[in-house]
């Protein structure tokens, strides 16, 4: 079974800038691809940004230019820094992963409880 753990969402003002971090853990043989996705309310959840396994990442429209995403191998986590944050951005942001576990390399695709990101005007 795979967990993740999810920090650094709140409430922040239009411009500033916020760090989300998901940490991995339990039976994790490998990692194919980690992101991060949101949803506001009444929407539907959308990815936000991912990086696959070589290190190639992928940004919606809506975060270029303003969203980095990044990994740390060693420690099965994956960062989302956010700048320039705008209203548009408000929402629960999920962080999610999909691998292989240990011992049988079954896939698994995880998912965090969700981390609120408020950004006032």
């Known amino acids: 079974q795979v967990q993740l753990v999810e920090s650094g969402g709140g409430l922040v003002q239009v411009g500033e800038s916020l760090r989300l971090s998901c940490e991995a853990s339990?039976?994790?043989?490998?990692?194919?691809?980690m992101g991060w996705y949101r949803q506001a309310p009444g929407t539907q959840r959308e990815l936000v940004a991912e990086?696959?396994?070589?290190?190639?990442?992928y940004y919606a429209d809506s975060g270029k230019g303003r969203f980095t995403i990044s990994k740390d191998n060693a420690k099965n986590t994956v960062h989302l820094r956010m700048n320039s944050l705008k209203p548009e951005d408000t929402a629960v942001y999920f962080c999610?992963?999909?691998?292989?576990?240990?011992?049988?390399?079954?896939?698994?695709?995880?998912w965090g409880r969700g981390t609120q990101v408020t950004v006032s005007s």
């Open positions: 990086v696959i396994s070589g290190g190639n990442t």
């Open positions: 339990g039976r994790i043989q490998s990692i194919n691809d």
């Open positions: 999610r992963v999909r691998g292989f576990d240990y011992p049988r390399g079954d896939e698994f695709d995880a």
